[in-house]
């Protein structure tokens, strides 16, 4: 991937914010550069938009439990490289 400044950031400054970000637990400054940043940057919002619905998902099924959350990311990755592998 191309690594692009928009907005003040680097698509892998975006990427290692991004799950703070969906976590809410930056502060709104950052919020604009990093909605700045996906909004200039086609790569960044492609990933972002999968990868925030993965994790709003990934919440909703394990709202109950955090210890959850690795074993349904290695289910969700599994299931990506059989679909993967298929095609
Ligand atoms: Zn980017």
Redesign the pocket.
Known sequence: MNE?T?AGLQ?SE?LALLSEYLDHELDSAMVERVEG?LLG?P??ERFGRSFGSMVVSLRRDSIASESVDSELVMRLLTQIDRLTTEA
Do not use: A, E, G, R
Request: proline share 0%.
């Open positions: 692009k928009v698509c975006v940043h940057c790569n960044c």
